[in-house]
């Protein structure tokens, strides 16, 4: 499954744990979240796609 935040040039981690954090050198981007939800599957959480698309509809 692609991701808006895992596109090519891009990298960072999601982890298992309910944080991730990616940066996009393209856009000068760091994006970091924290949560206090472990994941339950290998698919991100909702939030995780929402704090994604959120963090790039605001560079618009």
Known sequence: MDHL???PGRFGWAGGL???AY???SEGLVGV???QVAMT???PPKV???FWTTVYASID
Do not use: I, Q, R, W
């Open 5 to 7: 935040y895992t596109g």
């Open 18 to 20: 309910g944080t991730t």
């Open 23 to 25: 940066t996009d050198p």
């Open 33 to 35: 979240l924290f949560t």
């Open 41 to 43: 599957s290998p698919v």
């Open 48 to 50: 995780f796609e929402d």
